[in-house]
């Protein structure tokens, strides 16, 4: 994490995004698994962040690393949690209670069903009415943006935007570039002003 503790982050710049979904595509193409290719004929690609039409205007929505993120303090197993790189989903622990998704501020958080090799994985879950107490269903796990970490070429969608409209927001970046802009317009207006005094 950087100095000013704040978290990087997918932005969408308003009015840019033209509603293509490749964003959703190159996202839901880049964390599928090796078996997950099987089936994806009969199911439509899960992607990690979601775009939203709403009147004349589209956006896709993703997970903003919140600094105090509501999900990882509501997550019983601690699945959810907060490391240096941002909000990530341990989906080992998660138990598909869906309290991060009752949280989660800009609604970026999901829940996917899990797969293996193109079918369904089932788990046993009580139901006092079900012979033997229990019932099997389709088990369902968190899902979130975790800005494609194992990918070097950083997130997908970034680079998918046909016109630029999504960026990876670094925070102490963002920073240095405005404070360097800052500097470099008051050195041009003291040159200006000795210019005028002469």
Known sequence: MNSMGLRPFVSVTPGACIGCRACELACAAAHMAAGAT??????????????????GTAAPVACRHCEAAPCAAVCPTAAVRCDASGVVVEPARCIGCKACLAVCPVGAM????????????LRRVPDPAAPGGFVEEPAWLASKCDLCRERPAGPACVGACPVGALSLVVPGEVRRVRLLAAARAMAAAASG????GR
């Open 38 to 55: 099987v089936g994806s004929m009969t199911r439509p690609p899960v992607p990690r962040l979601y775009l939203v039409r709403e009147g």
């Open 193 to 196: 002003a000795r210019e005028e």
């Open 110 to 121: 999901a829940l996917a069903e899990v797969q293996d090799h193109g079918r369904p994985v």
